[in-house]
Structures are given as structure tokens and as C-alpha cells.
């Protein structure tokens, strides 16, 4: 079973990642293990003024086992986060580590950083507009209000109505007017005129006719309880409802459109939003609000409809006919009709924002598609270090750099004993052949065995060192 060298997996990283991150990658130790450090940023961020974007620095310290343990993770000189940042982003790289053991890693865990410092950058944009769009809305009810008085309401209308003609004499006049014209009740015949007092009787015995001869037909009285009188009741319910057009029409400025007054008032009213262009019909919501009184409106509902609905979706219709029906249900008693006029229009601009909303997030989503789709024509195979080291050996090969390093190292290095006895024959002779053409006796070598004695406790390097050792690390 191959044993893992891990010291050589993670120089062969080390050597990747400084290629990818062309010079950004800074070295800070070497022993017992590399720790190194990566600046991320948002694409947005500006180094000379720091603003604009979230940036830090990802410090990675390599374990014993690394890549099967997880590397030491740590953050520096965090600009613009936010309190929680720095930590969210430590969990962050631990979920990520925890998916990658086994397998070089650190140029997954830097993306994966950056992918979620971006995010987090779109939060803070999202919300800084909200906050902007927030205070244009608060400043434009502020400006609003300078041109608003108090809110029409039907009640308020009357009552300031009947105020006014008090002031300016309409009242007295219409009361004058009206004595002169009117035709006089009976009590007000007999108040005016004593003699009408006097009993039809009189005037028949001064006659000299005898009360016998007066003919009665009393069938004209044996059914006055069937005939339909109008009662005080129905009166005010008609006058409620009078007066209630009467201000509709003052309040809306000649929109209100009086389709029917018999047997009960039935009136139109359009709706639309601010936006609405009524030349295109579009870049907005419109409709009518036909209403018909009942006989005993306000204190039953009136009859609603909806007409010539414009731009509306499948069940805006529905919606807004049943939005009204809630409505009334809390006005019964009272004169409604401004009110469901007010809360159907309030409806019609939120539905209105709703369809701008949705048209914004597609727009926004098409952007990011457009975006997407012309990044990757400027975007190649995404680099791994593998595919990085796979790439870089073939490159070499190509180019010839494998054969000259070969060759250089053939050169320039010192070449073991095999080596030399393989290139020159002349080494397998033995030096007693030597000692002997110089007429020396074998006798005569001395031999130092203390040399030997010990040669068990020499610390030898082993084959496993060898393949530790990386050539150009110290």
C-alpha cells in the first residue's frame, strides 16, 4: 500500500496557487508547515479609498495531513464588514473544508469565500436602496403634506357645506323662496286662516239644508289601513342618499356620472392610478365603480359592479369586487360610497406596485443572464490545481522544458557509485591489483576497524527523506 506524501501535495499546491493567483499569493512560513495568505475583495471595492466593497485576508496554515485534515483558517484586516461577517465567513470556509477533505482544496475554499463576500455585498446594496427609496418616500409625503387639508369626507363635506350657506344667507333665502312658492299644508291653511275652523255643518244648516240630507260614502274609509304611505323613516333615507350624491359630485370634480335616479340612485365613478396614461391606456391600472343604492342604504349594502377594467390580471376583478364587499361590511349605518371609492383606489395602487415589482425582478434577471452569457465568452476551463499541474506537465513537454531540466540534471548533478562504475570500467578493478604493480604486499595496508565498530548507530537518511525533499526548498 503506497503511503500519501503529503509534503509534496502541498508543495505541489503551493506552486499552483502562486501560478493562478499570479502574485498575490505572499508566503508567510515555510516550517514546520506553509502558512500563507490570499487577499479577497468584491468587485466593487476600492483599495485607495477602501470603500464600495468588503475586502480581508484569508490566512490558510497547512496541517501534518493535509489535505485529508482540514487546514487552519484565518481572517485579517477585515474592511467594511459588518459585526457578524467575520465569523459567518470563518463557518463559511469550515462547511466548504468539510466537503473538500481528501483533495487539495485551498483554491476551492478562496472561490467559495469570494463567491459569499459578494453576496453579502448585494445584501448591503439591497438594503442601502431600500433605506434610500424609504426616505424619498417619507420626503415626498413630507412635500405632500404642505399641499393637503383635512381629508374629504362625506360628513365633512355636509357639515361644512351647511355651515358656508349659513354664513353667505343661502339658507335664509332658500327658506324665503320656499314660503313664497310652496304650496301650504293643511295645518299651515288653518294657521293662517281662522274661518277655515268652521264645520262644513254651518255652512249647509245657514243654507237651510238638514244635516240628514249629507251623504256619506263610507266605503271611501273601509281599507285606509292597505294603502302605502311613506313613512318619516323612508323620507330620511332618501334625503341621506340625496345629500350623499350631492357631495360624491362636489368632491370628484364632475367624474361622478349619475346613470339612473329611479327607483334608487345608480352612478359611476372611474378609478385609476397615478401613473395611469389614459391617451395609450397603459403604465398603469384603470377601471369604473358603478354603484346603486338600496332602499334602505347606508344601513344596507349598495349594489357594486366593475366596468371597462384596464390592464388588469385574470383575477384582479374578483379581488377588487370582494376587497369593496369587506369594505362596505365596515361602513354599514354611515354614507360609504367615499370610503369604498378611497380603499378600492388604495388597492389599485398596490396592485399596481406589485406588477412594477415583478417587472423589476424580471428585468433584473434578464440582466444577469445577458451578464452571465457574455462573461463566458472571456472565460476558459475553470483551474483547479490539478488541472493546473495536468496542464503545466503537458505545456513543458511540449515546449521541450522537461528534456533540457533532464538534461541539465544529468549535467550538473554528482553521480552515484553505480553511475561512475557504469561509465567507466576501469573503476571495477580492485586497489590491490594497484598495490601490487607497485610491488607492495597486501600485509602491508593497515586497516583503522575502529571506523567500523559503530556503524550501526549512523543516522542514515532514508529513501521516504529522499521523497520529502523538494529541490529548491531549503
Known sequence: MDVRNYKEDQANEIEALDSIYCGELEILATEPYHRFKLPIATEEYNADTQENGLRCDLIFTYTEKYPDTAPLVEIEDPINFLDDYEKRLVEHIEETVAEHLGMEMIFSLVSSAQEWLNQRWDDVKQEEELQRERRLREEEELEQKKFEGTRVTVEAFLAWKATFEDEVGITQRRLKDSGENRKLTGRELFLRDTTLNESDIKFLLEAGDSIESVKIDESLFQNIDDLELDSDTDDEDYEDQANEIE????????????????????????????EYNADTQENGLRCDLIFTYTEKYPDTAPLVEIEDPINFLDDYEKRLVEHIEETVAEHLGMEMIFSLVSSAQEWLNQRWDDVKQEEELQRERRLREEEELEQKKFEGTRVTVEAFLAWKSTFEDEVGITQRRLKDSGENRKLTGRELFLRDTTLNESDIKFLLEAGDSIESVKIDESLFQNIDDLELDSDTDDEDYVPGKE
Open 247 to 274: 357631495a360624491l359630485d362636489s368632491i370628484y370634480c364632475g367624474e361622478l356620472e349619475i346613470l339612473a335616479t329611479e327607483p334608487y340612485h345608480r352612478f359611476k365613478l372611474p378609478i385609476a392610478t397615478e
